[in-house]
């Protein structure tokens, strides 16, 4: 005991950490050029990335556009996007008008592709790194089944990675009244699922 209490009353004690467990998180900023069509525009955007569980895969956490500049239709510059936009609409050209609208899903992408293309994404993450969004729906799809069938005794069955594979049973409860619930699928169900999207590569 007396060495406890000298050991609070010791002011010099020496402060020590450990079992660190950290992540990196990236932080991107400047300027690309998206098209679209005969639509030109140069976006300025922010962009936070972190690397996701799903080895080998990094997403964006954060992100926004600042600015947008150089804006021009088939080589000829417009000063206002969305006047021209209302100036076609108000003349019967509400298709056209809509078609010259780059969304936030299309922004999203363009920004990913763009990241995973430059030096600084490979020199911050490595060369094998892939942008979640920039990569297909069927490697977004390999890559959760694989994370599912590693981590599959510790996942709830509730967790998004099983819910295109759910399976949905009828429990009957001690009142007898039967309900419909989801229960986590065959570990079987994933594996052949992968494997037949492995096949497609």
Do not use: C
Request: proline share 1%; glycine share 4%; net charge negative.
């Amino acid at each position: 005991m007396k060495n406890l209490f000298e050991q609070f009353a010791n002011g010099n004690a020496e402060v020590t950490s450990k079992n660190a467990n950290l992540d990196i998180s990236v932080e991107f900023n400047g300027s690309i050029e998206i098209t679209k069509g005969g639509l030109s525009q140069t976006i300025h955007f922010y962009a936070k990335t972190y690397e996701m569980l799903y080895k080998g895969y990094v997403t964006l956490d954060d992100w926004d556009v600042s600015e947008y500049t150089n804006t021009s239709f088939n080589g000829m510059p417009v000063d206002n996007l969305s006047k021209l936009k209302q100036t076609l609409a108000d003349s019967g050209l509400e298709t056209f008008a809509k078609s010259l609208e780059i969304d936030s899903k299309e922004l999203e992408e363009q920004i990913s592709i763009q990241i995973q293309s430059s030096k600084l994404f490979k020199d911050s993450y490595g060369k094998n790194m892939s942008m979640w969004i920039a990569v297909s729906a069927d490697e977004r799809e390999i890559a959760t089944l694989k994370y599912a069938i590693e981590k599959y005794d510790t996942l709830s069955e509730n967790s998004h990675v099983f819910k295109k594979y759910i399976v949905e049973v009828e429990k009957v409860e001690e009142v007898e009244d039967k309900v419909e619930t989801s229960i986590k699928p065959p570990i079987e169900v994933l594996e052949n699922a992968l494997a037949e999207l492995t096949k497609k590569k």
